[in-house]
């Protein structure tokens, strides 16, 4: 089926040109490099996985209620019309939550993929082309899967977020090499982590579980990479220079948590936009949750050197600031050790599974 066909409002044009700007950047330096961004792209490489074999694919969802969600975390939950909701109203509202959350997955990850190969071609470095074409494939990878458990396991897609759609292309516009890790590299792909590791720990479903970790373990690298070539450049600019990237921080940051809102979702089910704005900013849950995202962004935008007077002012607004002092770096060996242990867990009980088979094959062989 065509995902037209599946989208919820679809979008006017399946297209979205960005104009492209700034330069082609080649290097003639083909000597050894940085060493730690040459060890990061060796991970890079060494960590290349499968989404069609690596991921269970066979395990089943019921498009109802993909993640297990629970009824408290609703926005909806409390209102008038949760009252006026059947059991299969709340079915629906799950399967279009979800749908909204991983089709900006997808969005996210599609533009990820762009940003990649943008620096690919802009960064003037030999070492952090090597380590961005890497990422490219991640995050191929990443939009494959979101799209294969959209289309497979949930039947439903939403159109991009607008706010996420304007960071993006804010993103891709500017002519600057630098900006395409910060926006990108930081702020998307920081909020995308930190929801999906909300969701990874807290869904008991299994499919979902082996995709957000498996995803999060290639995004752990993809960060340490952003930190490192923006931490060492940052360290040259000027004042006046850092100020305008702490002020492109500050206006994508507003965007992200203006994003998540899920309105769509309320819209879908006859609920006018501006008291679904009202629903949304007055659930406690979805406050919590648009805190927690900012998790991974702000320790990250502290370390690499963006930590101005206003951009400070912006955090405390926000409700984020004391996430400043986070171990960004305990949080992405974490993540690193959950898909291991998925997989340890998973192929122990496939292999135990094959030994007992052979086991009774011989059995039933020896039988006269």
Request: include cysteine; aromatic fraction near 10%; proline fraction near 3%.
């Amino acid at each position: 089926m065509s995902t037209h066909d599946l989208y919820e409002n679809a979008p006017e044009s399946s297209l979205w040109q960005v104009p492209a700007s700034g330069a082609a950047r080649f290097s003639w330096e083909y000597d050894d490099g940085r060493e730690r961004l040459l060890a990061l792209y060796q991970k890079g490489k060494d960590k290349q996985w499968d989404g069609a074999t690596r991921i269970d694919w066979d395990l089943e969802v019921d498009p109802y209620d993909p993640l297990g969600t629970p009824d408290e975390v609703l926005n909806l939950y409390g209102t008038r019309h949760w009252a006026k909701m059947t059991e299969k109203d709340k079915g629906d509202l799950r399967r279009h939550y979800t749908s909204w959350q991983f089709s900006q997955f997808l969005h996210g990850e599609q533009g990820a993929m762009v940003c990649a190969a943008r620096i690919v071609e802009s960064v003037p470095d030999l070492d952090a082309k090597f380590y961005s074409a890497t990422q490219t494939m991640d995050e191929a990878r990443h939009a494959e899967i979101y799209s294969r458990f959209l289309h497979e396991k949930v039947g439903m897609l939403y159109p991009i977020n607008d706010n996420l759609q304007g960071l993006l292309g804010d993103t891709l516009r500017d002519s600057r090499w630098d900006m395409p890790y910060l926006g990108m590299q930081v702020l998307i792909e920081g909020l995308a982590l930190a929801a999906f590791g909300m969701i990874r720990d807290t869904t008991d479903k299994p499919l979902p579980k082996q995709i957000l970790a498996y995803v999060m373990q290639d995004e752990a690298r993809h960060v340490a990479f952003g930190r490192m070539a923006l931490r060492d450049y940052y360290k040259q600019l000027s004042d006046a220079e850092l100020r305008e990237r702490e002020e492109f921080v500050i206006e994508g940051c507003y965007l992200m948590r203006d994003r998540l809102r899920g309105v769509e979702v309320l819209e879908n089910f006859g609920i006018a936009r501006k008291e679904a704005e009202e629903i949304s900013e007055q659930s406690e849950f979805l406050a919590l949750f648009r805190k927690l995202l900012f998790s991974r962004i702000v320790p990250c935008v502290k370390d690499i050197g963006l930590w101005g007077e206003r951009l400070q002012k912006a955090y405390l607004d926000m409700g984020v600031f004391e996430m400043g002092n986070s171990n960004l770096d305990l949080l992405m060996t974490q993540d690193e050790e959950i898909a291991e242990q998925l997989d340890r867990e998973r192929f122990a009980v496939e292999e135990e599974a094959r030994v007992s088979e052979v086991e009774q094959a011989i059995k039933d062989g020896a039988q006269p």
